[in-house]
């Protein structure tokens, strides 16, 4: 691994974003191709396991067991662009960065994640990190809401989550399953509330009804068509829009906020956007409608799967083996089924493992009730699922078991809340 300074430089395949796609694909490539140019451009000097957050925030991971220096992940081999990536000219095979200099390639690869609007909730991003005003989605706050679930004593405790589509759209209902169960642990009675911008539990309507049970049985009141437009930490109110039109407010104690979610700006503004603001992509070849040498994966691609690392876990080989089809002026076979999966901490202790594919096709990995909340997918959760992400994905190894078997459809007909 070598770090570059920004240059005009020139790649056979370069990569925007050195998160869980752009790190896996990096690795993949370069085990089938040694010898062939890699440039990750990536501004942050860390990595982050971002699945892990939820598990900071309910007190069983430490921050740092989830972040590692950037230069440890880059695989050798792989040239680091420690740059952001600003704008594409796909017409002249380049891109432009920040910094002022360019990049050459002949096929990209494009997967700088998504964005946090957390502007769009007013007073928002004044109030976090104190208060009680927390997020697991900032690495640097996960803590924090661990330091509130311990602080609370009683009073309203809103949960919420905005409008889909999200990263890990089970994330905001397993931290309020943490906690409440640790109040619950604790003898400490908890005044539950859970303000859902859309109209489910979940995406897949099998989990959807299992989680809308799990959220009762703690006593959760569950407030559906209900979006957080505001904050106000000086009242310790926050503001929700509502789906028949009024505004609500409701006072907290305790408020742990999953922020408004889109593509990055300079994808929204790129050719490589569809009209939602997405990159386009062929949802099963992965490669890019209108440009056949870029593909894209992660959570910025417009496909109809669930945003997660596990989605990433199974495209990053159908790019791989796409994008060396194409160099090689082949058909492109691999195919993407559209899985993803969302292992929901139910309980510490307890885990509901949601897998699905395309088309809200259920696939578990595991034989008998796929609803049903077990002590192994916890550990599946807290010991394998990251070395999983560490030492197989990001070392570009491909695990085939265990392999998801799609169970039908189950009852897919409700309008997506969850995984879209
Ligand atoms: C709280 C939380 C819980 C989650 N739980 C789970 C879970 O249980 N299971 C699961 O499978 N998934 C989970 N996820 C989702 C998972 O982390 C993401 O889906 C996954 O990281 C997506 O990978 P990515 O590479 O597309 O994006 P990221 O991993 O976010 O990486 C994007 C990279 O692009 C870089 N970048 C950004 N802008 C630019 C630019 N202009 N130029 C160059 N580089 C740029 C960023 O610095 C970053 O390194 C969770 C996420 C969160 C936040």
């Not at 405790?157 to 209902?173: E, R, S, Y």
């Not at 076979?333 to 897998?355: Q, W």
């Not at 008998?368 to 197989?392: A, C, I, N």
């Amino acid at each position: 691994m070598t770090q570059e300074s920004t240059s005009q430089r020139h790649f056979q395949v370069a990569i925007v974003g050195g998160g869980a796609a752009g790190i896996a694909v990096a690795a993949r490539l370069l085990k089938k191709r040694p010898n062939l140019s890699v440039g990750i451009i990536e501004p942050s000097g860390h990595h982050y396991y971002q699945p892990g957050w939820t598990l900071v925030g309910g007190g069983i991971f430490s921050a740092n067991e989830t972040r590692r220096e950037q230069r440890r992940c880059i695989p050798v081999g792989a040239q680091w662009l420690r740059e952001r990536a600003q704008s594409f000219e796909p017409e002249h095979n380049r891109l432009r960065l920040a910094g002022g200099g360019r990049v050459g390639y002949d096929m990209l690869v494009v997967c700088p994640g998504l964005q946090l609007d957390w502007h769009r909730v007013e007073g928002l991003e004044e109030a976090l990190g104190t208060g009680g005003v927390t997020s697991n989605y900032r690495f640097d706050l996960a803590p924090y809401t661990w330091e509130c679930i311990q602080a609370y004593r009683g009073g309203p405790a809103l949960f919420t989550q905005p409008a889909m589509p999200i990263k890990c759209a089970g994330a905001p209902q397993k931290i309020l399953y943490l906690a409440a169960d640790y109040w619950r642990q604790a003898g400490v009675e908890a005044d539950l509330r859970f303000c859902v911008q859309g109209g489910a539990m979940f995406g897949i309507p099998l989990f959807a009804e299992a989680l809308e049970q799990v959220a009762r049985g703690y006593g959760a009141a569950i407030d559906y068509g209900n979006d957080l437009v505001a904050v106000d930490p000086g009242r310790k109110v926050a503001s929700f829009a509502r789906a028949d039109g009024e505004r609500v407010e409701r006072p907290y104690e305790l408020l742990h906020v999953v922020p408004p979610q889109s593509a990055p700006e300079f994808i929204k503004a790129s050719p490589l956007a569809g009209a939602a603001g997405w990159v386009d992509v062929d949802r099963q070849t992965l490669q890019h409608t209108r440009f056949a040498n870029i593909f894209a994966l992660g959570d910025v691609t417009g496909t109809p799967n669930a945003k997660t690392a596990a989605a990433v876990r199974q495209q990053a080989p159908v790019v791989v083996a796409n994008l060396l089809g194409a160099m090689a002026g082949k058909a492109l076979r691999a195919r993407y089924d559209g899985y993803g999966a969302c292992p929901l901490t139910t309980a510490r202790g307890r885990v509901m493992l949601a897998e699905f594919a395309y088309d809200g096709v259920v696939t578990p990995s595991f034989p008998g009730d796929p609803t049903r909340e077990r002590r192994s997918y916890w550990y599946l959760k807290k010991l394998v699922f990251p070395s999983l992400y560490w030492d197989v994905m990001l070392q570009g190894y491909v695990v085939r078991w265990p392999r998801h078997r799609p169970l039908g459809t189950a009852a897919a007909a409700r309008p997506a809340a969850g995984a879209r």
